[in-house]
Structures are given as C-alpha cells and as structure tokens.
C-alpha cells in the first residue's frame, strides 16, 4: 500500500470537528475513506474511520515473556549450573533475589519490541520523504484522503459531503504532491 | 484523550489564552526556530563552566585514585553515594507525569510531561556518573554486565548492587525511547515548516522517521503511549525501591529496615517535583509559556509536594517509632545519634526543609507566589540531599566497635565533582530548550478547547 504511487481526493479541513463528522456521513454513504491526515490524535476518530483495535499489547505480552524467561533462564544458569559460588550460604538457585533482574527485563523487552513493532507496522523510516498532503497537515490543516478510483465511483456525492462539512478545498492529488 | 471540548463551571481551562491550533504550532515551535537570546548565552556559559570543573574533577580524581575524597575505613560511603541516590530520585518525578499522570487521565500534565521526561533523563545520565566513578577503575565499567569473558567470572546475581545496574540502564532506556516517541509528531511538525534543502529539514526529517500523521498510525500511537506508560509506572517504582535496597539488604542499624522502599519512592517523588518546579518556573518566563504553563500546573506541582512531603514526614517517625519498639539498642542508638550526635545539624536542616517547608504550600497565596514556590523548591531539594547524606553518613560514622568511630568531611574534589553534575544538567537542560520542542505541541492541541466554549 504504497501511497506515493496513488491518486487521491482530498479534502482539506480546518477543523477536527468538521473531518470526523465528514467521515462518518461518507462511511455512511459507503464510501471507503483511505485515511486521514491530522496534527493531532482525535478522540473518536478510530471509531469513525472503523479502524480495528491495534494489536501492539500482543506484541508486549510475547516480548515481556521473553524478557522474563530470558532473565530467568540465565540466572540460574549461571548462578547455580555454570559456576555455583557460595554467597553468604544462600542455595545456589536463589530464585526470589532473580526477581529484580527479570522485573527489569521484562520491561526492557516489552518496551523495546512493541516500539520496534510499533515502527516496523507504521512503515516509519529516518530516510524515507514523507508523504505529505498538505504543507500544514501537522501544523493546523485536516486532511481526507479518498482513493480516486474508489472517489470516481460517485465523485459529485463525495464533494458534495465534503464541502456540507466546511471543507476549504477539495482536489486531487498532484502527482509530485505524493 | 478523550472531550477536550468539554465545558464545565467548574472545571478551569489548561491552556490559558484563547489559542488556535496554528498559534499553538507557533508559540511553542517558534522559540526555538529563531536565534536564543542573551539569557541563554549567559546561562549556557555558566553551567557549562562548571560542568568542565566538574569534568576536572573527575579527570583529576581518576587519574590519582579516590584517595582524593574525605572517606575512611568506617564511612566507606558518603558523598558520591548520596549524589547518585540524590538524582536518581529527581528524575522520578518525570516519569511520573509522563506515564502515571497519563494513566490517571490527568490531562494537565500534557504542556509539562515533555520538560519533565527530559529533567529525568538528565538527571538519571548525572546519577550515571557517580557509580562510575565510585568504582575507582571506571575503565572497567563493563564488568557489571554478564558477558563470557576470559576471566570466566560472572556477576553475582543476587548483590542490589547488581539489581542497580539492570535497574538504572532499563530506566534510562525506557525514559529515552519514551521520551523520543513522544517527540516524534513535534519532529514532523518542525521538518513541515523548516525551510526547503536547509540542513533544519535534514536532520528534522531524520528524526521524524516519514511522519505524516496518518489516523491509522495516531491509533497505534496512542496505544504504544499506553503501553509504554503501563510499563513506565512499575519500572519508576521499581528503581527507587531497588536503590533502597542497597542499604535495605545489608546490616547496618538505620539501613535495616523494610520500610526503605516505599520512603524512597515517595521521597523521590517529593524531590522530583520540587526539581521540576524549580525548572520550569524559570522556563515558563524565559520562553513565554505563561498560558500553556499556567499558575494552575504551578499548584497541581505544589499540591503534590505537600502530599509527599507529609508521606516522608511519617516515614520519618516511623522510623523512629520502630528503632525505639525494636528494642533493638544498636537502632535506637543510630536514630537517637541521629538527631543529637555530631551530624544533628544535617539531620535537622532535613527535618525544617523537608518536614516543616512544604507546609508553607496549603496557603494559596504562597503557592501562586512564583518567588515563594521557587525558593522553596529549591529549600526541599537541598532537604532531600540532606536526608541521603544523613541516611548513609550518620548509620556509618558510629561503627559497632567504638574504637571505629570517625568522622566524615568531603574534600573539596567531591564538592566540585557535585557541583559540575548539577553543571551537567543545566548545560543539557539548556540544550534541550533551545534545540527540541520543550512542550508536547500535538498532545497540546488536544487540549486547547478544554473547559472554554467555541
């Protein structure tokens, strides 16, 4: 889904308010918007847009077991398998003071992973240009995006809904733009 | 972040001044898109000047051994002990406004969280510094990892010493990344309105990784904040009660005791705050942030601090209470000395700055008094250093054997070495208002219509 090689129609907002209540009436009319633009996360966006409940938790779950069993596996290994020391007559598997260590661990793991995932899934990359829509999508414009196969369909209606929310310019995407 | 155009009588707006999204972009991102000013340049020079006597310091007193500091065969720990539990406690304060005030929904901490993280991860690289130089070889820092190596030794897994280093590497790892995810969106904002081909956009677009603010990637993001602030919430109580745990595990009266961890984080955060505050005080005039840093931030800080405070305060007599019900003469012989040995004026200058001074915050008046918040910020975290050195001088100078006793008095190296990490964090603290977004711009946006009608 590269989006550079697409053509779109936008529509270019001023508003968050206006932008969801734009994307609801053209999920409404079945039209399948292919993303927004904002400088800003809003709040019940995801559920106009019917976006599908991420599964980074998944992600942290595995990698915070695998903290965890990492941590432990390495300190009994070490502590009561590779070299068994006598500290202060403690057993040698000295499971409650591994506690720390794979607390720790875990953490790191789960941290680290779900933001590596969290980059991989959001195809984030220091080198690639960004496509961008609008100069100020991240500064205070609100960009719709509509795929201009899925906008031909029925370009009048989808224009008409957008400029009934208070659009403030509706065109395709340049080529170059994207 | 959910109605931030809620409207309510009672509740006050967050961000002052009646802001559009554009003017939000520009009072916070053009400060530091245009050339800093005189103040800077002074400021910088200062901290920087003693960072470098710091670095001295530290050059010289590596080069000749720790020989150089005032310790004896009795108190084998004091000042460099105490500054690294010092700054380790500063930057909790951070990671609980960016993940624990998050996770409570508390949306006043959007305009604060940003300046906050970066305080914490200035303060963990200063706390970094003391046990690296504690080790007297600090070349051979990398020997409290657990690698194979040719000496076919491992760590000793179950030291707090050891629990230290996997505690303060994971902290500063996890604060980081936390801290640069939360930047990303602002980093993209930046590259947008950077010039075309200038080396701004370069760098500006490197670290904005192709951001576009794609719905479906703020759905992510917001998720990864979660998840990385439920993360976050334990690990900030995790270190501070593993750094108790250094003293907590071992057998000296006054160290002994389980209700180390708890005190330590509380006091932690006590002393965090009042950091933050000292910080941002001057910044809020500095960089005009006056609206998004409002007097109501000031107080929500404040209010903590009292709580806190009066957490540590029953700590205090708890301890107190416990050495005397022990029945224990080796305990309350330590508290007894604490309070009236050759050290009670450090116990005391703990008890008037930690105990007595945040009281001074339930009155409104005092507490949206900039000068009076400020000078007592400053007062709670010179108590809280107070209350490390008298938690690790005082156990140690009165040995069980009265032919150990000693005394301790830090040498003029040790007082320029803590002297250059609070250059160390000033000269970072400094870097990062000019150079990175110092408020959360998007997160800001968010809340710009909170408790104010259309």
New interface residues.
């Given amino acids: 889904m590269d989006v550079k090689d697409k053509r779109f129609l936008l529509g270019i907002f001023d508003d968050d308010h206006d932008i969801m209540a734009a994307v609801g009436h053209l999920r409404e009319s079945q039209v399948e918007v292919f993303d927004c633009y904002t400088p800003f996360p809003i709040h019940g966006m995801d559920d106009a847009m019917g976006i599908k409940r991420s599964r980074l938790p998944i992600v942290t779950f595995f990698a915070g077991l695998a903290g965890v069993s990492l941590a432990l596996g390495v300190q009994y290994w070490i502590s009561a398998v590779d070299w068994p020391v006598n500290v202060g007559g403690k057993s040698f598997n000295s499971f409650p003071a591994f506690i720390p260590v794979a607390f720790e661990l875990t953490v790191l793991f789960g941290a680290l992973f779900t933001v590596l995932a969290f980059i991989l899934r959001s195809k984030l990359c220091p080198i690639t240009k960004p496509a961008i829509a609008h100069k100020r999508q991240t500064d205070d414009k609100f960009v719709l995006a509509i795929e201009a196969k899925d906008a031909a369909l029925n370009e009048e209606m989808i224009r008409g809904i957008l400029s009934k929310h208070h659009a403030s310019e509706i065109h395709f995407s340049e080529g170059s733009t994207w | ?4 155009d809620a409207v309510s009588p009672l509740r006050q707006p967050l961000v002052t001044k009646d802001r ?3 003017e939000v ?1 520009q009072d916070i991102l053009g400060q530091i898109e245009g050339k800093p000013n005189k103040i800077w340049f002074v400021a910088l020079a200062i901290s920087s000047a003693v960072l470098l006597m710091g670095f001295l310091a530290v050059a010289y007193q590596i080069k000749t051994g720790i020989g150089t500091w005032g310790l004896n065969k009795t108190i084998g720990w004091a000042f460099d002990i105490t500054n690294f539990v010092f700054w380790v406690g500063i930057g909790h304060a951070g990671t609980l406004i960016s993940a624990i005030l998050l996770l409570f929904r508390q949306k006043w901490r959007t305009s604060v969280n940003r300046a906050a993280e970066a305080m914490t991860i200035f303060a963990v690289m200063c706390a970094g510094v003391f046990p690296l130089i504690h080790m007297g070889r600090p070349w051979l820092a990398h020997w409290v990892f ?1 690698y194979p190596n040719t000496r ?3 760590v ?3 030291s ?1 010493l ?2 230290d280093v ?2 303060i590497s ?1 902290y500063f ?2 604060s980081a ?2 801290w640069y ?1 939360g930047m ?2 602002d980093f ?2 930046l ?3 950077a010039e075309e081909g200038s080396i701004k956009k370069m760098i500006y ?20 904040c979660l ?2 602030a439920g ?2 919430a ?2 900030v109580v ?1 270190v501070h009660t ?1 750094v108790s ?1 250094d003293f907590a595990t071992s057998v000296i009266p006054g160290w002994h005791t389980t209700i180390f961890p708890p005190y330590f984080v509380a006091g932690a955060v006590f002393s965090g705050f009042a950091m933050v505050l000292t910080l941002l005080i001057i910044t809020r005039k500095v960089m005009n942030f006056e609206h998004y840093i409002t007097m109501g931030h000031i107080e929500a800080m404040c209010k903590v601090i009292i709580l806190t405070g009066m957490m540590v305060g029953l700590a205090y007599m708890t301890e107190f209470f416990t050495a005397w019900y022990s029945g224990n003469p080796y305990e309350k012989y330590v508290f007894m000395n604490r309070a009236t040995g050759p050290y009670a004026w450090a116990y005391w200058t703990m008890v008037s700055c930690n105990v007595i001074s945040p009281h001074f915050l339930w009155f409104k008046k005092i507490r949206t008094n900039l000068v009076a918040v400020f000078i007592l910020s400053i007062v709670v975290n010179i108590g809280m250093w107070f209350e490390r050195f008298v938690i690790i001088v005082t156990s140690l100078h009165r040995d069980y054997l009265p032919s150990s006793w000693a005394m301790y008095t830090p040498t003029k190296i040790e007082i320029m070495t803590l002297l250059g990490s609070f250059g160390l964090f000033f000269t970072m603290f400094l870097l990062f208002v000019r150079f990175l977004p110092t408020i959360n711009v ?2 800001v ?2 809340v710009i219509k909170f408790a104010r009608k259309k």
Avoid: C
């Fill in positions: 972040m959910a109605g931030h559009k999204y554009g972009t657990p076919q030794l491992w000793n897994f179950r707090p050891l629990w996997f505690a994971t790892t996890v990344v936390f995810i990303i969106p993209a904002s590259r947008d309105r677009s490197a670290l904005s990784l192709s951001w576009t603010g794609s719905n479906r990637a703020w759905h992510r993001y917001e998720i990864l998840i990385l993360l976050a334990p690990l995790s593993i745990m998007a997160e946006k968010t």
